[in-house]
């Protein structure tokens, strides 16, 4: 039987970032556990990319503030490119509401060492004119904010991490797991569609997946899925590709320049829970209104509906993840319900469960604030902030 010190089950970014941490602190047989021919299948592969530490939260502010200046300078840590181009994240607001809630977030951001900015409806209006901006009254900025290529990120951490130690098992998926407090012998025994494994340490890397693991140790999980469905036009050039990740807060729209053309996203409020995976072509006409309406030139925008896809978010009920150890099943960690920032906070997440699971503490977060317990005694951390 093969015996490994960690094992990750998933190997989607935040697994991949996790085996790289670890691996870079000296725990090398780190073993990652993939059910599908390839890494990034699941949502790594369908997501939109973006990377933004203007959020509600503290803690999702501070996760952002390791993950961002990381991929800044990943190519230079782990010699592999993740294609980070800091255009920004503009939030456009429609309403004095809208601006206040800005005002609130800019405060605590600004407080916590981030360079972000207040700009008027004017400002927004002479920066980008092919906007149709004469109901918004102002905007936060950050220069920082930008986009990775989701894809190129988890490839390189996965490669950094099993040059230096990891195994990778691709096409094998976790059928059950064995769990005994026996401090003598391994904790957990993880049976696979192949060879069974022992271990002390497991991560739930599952995703939207992720419940169903944590059902293998008896663990009641509160992530669900929910479909997000993504639009790439064809080739646009009648909107500058310099722009950043455009947030209409009005409707929710947002938009940013991907290739020679423009990536279209909105969140439907009538989506409910479920693993829908196949792209809704209704969505099309839905989406290009909100995108007309917000920017008129996208009116002349060409769309291929067999390039628009579908992909899950994994949700939790405060739209914070879930990170560190099980209470109830010791050596049982959770990385799960990154509720739509997975990509973005998996740096910070690597760091954070390399550092709990080498030495049971970490300094970048309170780590406290996000662990399993808080749904069962009520310290909910809600993040209005998700797009």
């Keep these: 039987m093969r015996t490994a010190d960690v094992v990750l089950i998933g190997a989607g970014i935040v697994a991949s970032s996790i085996a790289y941490h670890l691996v870079s602190c000296g725990c090398k047989n780190v073993l990652v556990i993939e059910r599908e021919s390839a890494q990034g299948k699941g949502s790594t592969g ?58 609130a977030n800019y405060e605590k951001q600004v407080a916590m060492g981030l360079n972000v900015r207040l700009v008027s409806g004017d400002e ?11 109901d918004i009254v ?16 988890m490839t390189g951490f996965m490669t950094w991490a099993t040059d230096h130690g990891a195994t990778l098992w691709k096409n094998r998926a976790v059928t059950g797991i064995k769990h005994s407090r026996n401090e003598q012998a391994a904790a ?7 060879d069974p494994v022992s271990t002390r340490t497991i991560v739930n890397c599952a995703g939207p997946w992720a419940a169903s693991i944590a059902k293998m140790v008896g663990i009641d999980l509160p992530v669900e899925p929910l479909r997000r469905m993504l639009v790439p036009t064809e080739p646009f050039d009648q909107f500058p590709h310099t722009a950043p ?17 423009f990536l279209l996203a909105w969140n439907d409020p009538e989506e409910t829970p479920g693993y829908k995976t196949d792209f809704d ?35 939790t009920p405060d739209h914070h993840p879930i990170l560190g150890e099980s209470p109830d099943v010791p050596g049982f960690f959770f ?18 469960l390399s550092d709990l699971i080498l030495t049971g503490k970490t300094d970048l977060i309170d780590a406290s604030l996000l662990n399993f317990s808080r749904f069962a005694e009520g310290r909910m951390i809600h993040e209005t902030a998700v797009l």
């Design 138 to 153: 102002g905007g936060s900025f950050c220069s920082t904010d930008g986009f990775v290529d989701p894809y190129s990120a």
């Design 46 to 103: 369908k997501s939109m990319g973006g990377v933004r530490a203007q959020f509600s939260t503290s803690v999702n502010i501070q996760m952002s503030l390791y993950s961002i200046p990381f991929y800044a300078s990943f190519e230079e840590r782990l010699g592999h490119p993740c294609d980070y181009r800091p255009q920004g994240y503009l939030f456009c607001a429609t309403t004095e509401k809208h601006m206040a809630y800005l005002r």
């Design 335 to 352: 990385a799960n319900g990154f509720s739509g920032h997975g990509v973005m906070h998996a740096p910070a997440t690597g760091k954070i």
């Design 188 to 194: 957990f025994e993880v049976a696979t569609t192949r």
């Design 281 to 315: 072509p209704g969505f099309i006409e839905k989406i290009l209104t909100r995108a007309a309406d917000r920017v008129p030139v996208f009116e002349n925008v060409e769309i291929n509906p067999k390039r628009a896809w579908a992909g899950l978010y994994e949700m």
């Design 124 to 134: 927004i209006r002479n920066w980008l004119p092919l906007l149709r901006a004469d």
């Design 245 to 261: 990740m455009i947030v209409d807060m009005s409707t929710g729209f947002h938009f940013r320049p991907e290739s020679r053309g």
